[in-house]
């Protein structure tokens, strides 16, 4: 069995750009839903997928080499020259629950709209025209 | 043409944020000496362990070094849930007609499923906040599964109702609890959710001093939370208001 640590030296340049490319294109393509889309369902998605793009760019960042989790567990006591760095998913959990929060009542608003206009599409709705 | 412009700035903002993440590189040590922390990742590995006996770090990290933030977090989330039920509930207090479910009643199986893995849902999210200092996992998780156990009782049967009253108690005493716990540390430490001095010993379910304790009540707190909403979601009417 081949060490995770061993191919990670091997392809680290691939594995890099799989991790961060994955992170951008994820931001790329909620921004491109939020800009282009017409329907507020979609946006509110798009703002969803931002917001894990932004969460796998913050754990990526904080990722070292052969790291574990930051968790001292039994067995793991000594082990915390080998843990990644915790802060960013620290912050990672608060943002994950903020993220829903905002997408819980972005859905609120937008179920407001639809009853109020009878469409979620935004060319359709006037008053948002000014 | 409007189009066009959207990409054009989307594609600058790619490669802006490529070019900067060619700078970061990716698996490098960026926590500081361990031994000497200067830098504040080396800081928290270090104390986690050491002064609060709190084996996930990441814990220690949310609700003891960043308490305060947490607690802005929970505010949040329960401003969150406030406006989402001022925003949908205005019609619905006006005509008194029965609510009804979205969904379609669902098979025998499903029911009888749902009836036999809801408690195993519950005591799986009780576990986790419970050991939410211990093994990956907290009050945030806990709560969120707590509150998918709620959403499969409230999908499969059209008539089940979570007690209204009972978990806005709840959910108000656990918020309550919360500050008190802060207020404990600031008369009795000196300074706002400041941990006791007795942590106990690594690893023990009773470790961690206040970290537990609270986490328990943001368990409680974010699961009631999230089934409120779940609640309010899909008490909605299909049909469009005239």
Do not use: C
Not at chain 1, 22 to 38: D, E, H, N, Q, W
Not at chain 2, 126 to 136: A, E, K, S, W
């Amino acid at each position: 069995m081949t060490d995770f640590n061993e191919l990670f030296i091997k392809y680290k340049d691939l594995i890099t750009l799989a991790v961060y490319g994955t992170a951008i294109m994820l931001i790329i393509i909620g921004l491109y839903a939020v800009l282009l889309k017409k329907h507020l369902v979609k946006i509110v998605i798009g703002l969803s997928i931002i917001d894990a793009g932004i969460h796998l760019l913050f754990v990526a960042v904080g990722y070292i080499q052969n790291g574990t989790a930051p968790i001292f567990s039994p067995g793991y006591e000594q082990a915390a020259n080998r843990m990644v760095d915790p802060v960013p998913q620290a912050l990672v959990l608060t943002a994950i629950v903020i993220g829903f929060a905002v997408t819980a009542l972005a859905l609120s608003l937008v179920i407001r709209l639809y009853k109020h206009h009878h469409t979620a599409n935004i060319d359709q709705i006037k008053s948002l025209k000014w | 043409m409007k189009k066009y412009i959207i990409f054009i700035l989307i594609a600058i903002l790619g490669w802006t944020l490529a070019q900067t993440f060619k700078a970061i590189p990716f698996g490098a040590d960026r926590r500081g000496d361990l031994s000497n922390p200067n830098k504040v990742a080396a800081y928290y590995l270090r104390q986690s362990p050491e002064t609060l006996q709190t084996a996930n770090s990441i814990t220690a990290i949310v609700v003891n070094f960043r308490g305060f933030d947490t607690l802005g977090e929970v505010t949040v989330l329960f401003l969150a849930a406030t406006g989402l039920a001022s925003i949908l509930y205005r019609k619905e207090e006006e005509d008194k007609t029965e609510v009804e479910r979205v969904s379609l009643p669902s098979s025998s199986l499903v029911r009888t499923g749902a009836k036999i893995l809801f408690p195993l849902i519950l005591l799986l999210g009780i576990y986790v906040f419970v050991h939410g200092h211990l093994t990956p996992g907290g009050g945030f998780q806990g709560g969120a599964i707590i509150a998918t156990g709620f959403l499969l009782m409230l999908i499969t049967y059209k008539h089940f109702e979570t007690n209204h009253n009972v978990m806005v108690w709840l959910e108000s005493l656990a918020g309550l609890a919360f500050v008190l716990v802060g207020l404990y540390g600031l008369f009795m430490y000196g300074s706002f959710l400041q941990n006791t001095k007795s942590v106990g010993t690594l690893n023990d379910l009773i470790s961690g001093g206040l970290i537990p304790l609270i986490y328990i009540f943001i368990g409680i707190k974010v699961g009631t939370e999230l089934t409120n909403i779940l609640d309010i979601l899909l008490k909605i009417k299909p049909g469009r208001e005239q």
